[in-house]
């Protein structure tokens, strides 16, 4: 009975992942209760962040100024300020002008990142927070970390298994199997079912914010970048956020 030890252990490891993912999915699901009630409205920078999070309301900032004429972006893959002075109103659009450092000119795939990390896009995240339309990063974070340890029980389970059934003779392999199939089991529903239940919650949005953007239009091209992502946009533009000229 020597695979028994490995079993317990497999069966603990997989059960700490499983709690460990429904908790985390649990606390994340808070974060969606809106305080107040009725229904949020949403600018068009917050649903790029629900919907793409950091690098989706960059990707929207510079659209916006490009078709506002106060910024052009090559198809070459560069942003170039044409009008600083009209920027100056909007913190996000102040974000780009920084980024694009004092010659007012810099390369789109080194400009995205440092809008994202900029301020006002983390105020932004927070007021979504607030409002219970957004996870925290907190929240996927921990949510991650259960997945990975679901999976990390996966692993081990599997390893475990194969192991003990070598340990033993072909004809008492039957009861090894049996007994390493109910960890496996466990992990491998975690898994599917957090694949519908759990993973939007590793997403920007919380199961509120989720709702507020699935009744949104997209009629407005603005709002369809926000919420559909630089598929919408036609090929010059896409070459020039993606920085292939």
Not at 87 to 107: K, Y
Not at 114 to 119: N, Q
Not at 185 to 205: K, N
Not at 210 to 221: E, F, M, T, Y
């Amino acid at each position: 009975m020597v695979w028994v030890p490995l079993l317990l252990v497999a069966c603990v490891v997989a059960g700490v992942g499983c709690a460990r993912l429904c908790r985390a999915a649990l606390a994340a699901a808070g974060d969606g209760d809106v305080p107040g009630g009725g229904a949020p409205e949403l600018t068009v920078g917050e649903a790029a962040y629900l919907a793409g999070g950091p690098l989706r309301v960059t990707d929207l900032t510079l659209v916006s100024m490009h078709r506002a004429r106060r910024l052009f972006l090559a198809r070459t893959g560069w942003a170039t300020v044409v009008d600083a002075e009209a920027c100056a109103a909007d913190p996000l659009e102040r974000a780009v002008v920084g980024a694009l450092g004092p010659g007012g000119q810099a390369p789109i795939p080194a400009v995205r990142p440092l809008v994202a990390d900029a301020e006002s896009v983390r105020l932004l995240a927070e007021r979504l927070v607030e409002r219970g339309l957004a996870v925290s990063a907190a929240g996927r974070r921990e949510v991650a970390a259960g997945v990975r340890a679901v999976r990390a029980g996966l692993l081990l389970s599997l390893v475990l298994g194969a192991v003990s059934a070598l340990l033993v003779p072909a004809a008492e392999r039957a009861p090894v199997l049996a007994g390493f199939a109910l960890p496996l089991l466990a992990s491998g529903l975690c898994l599917l079912i957090g694949r519908a239940e759990v993973y939007p919650y590793t997403r920007w949005a919380s199961p509120a914010g989720q709702r507020v953007l699935a009744g949104l239009s997209a009629a407005d091209p603005l709002t369809a970048l926000a919420t559909r992502g630089t598929g919408v946009l036609e090929p010059e533009l896409r070459a020039a956020l993606c920085g292939r000229g």
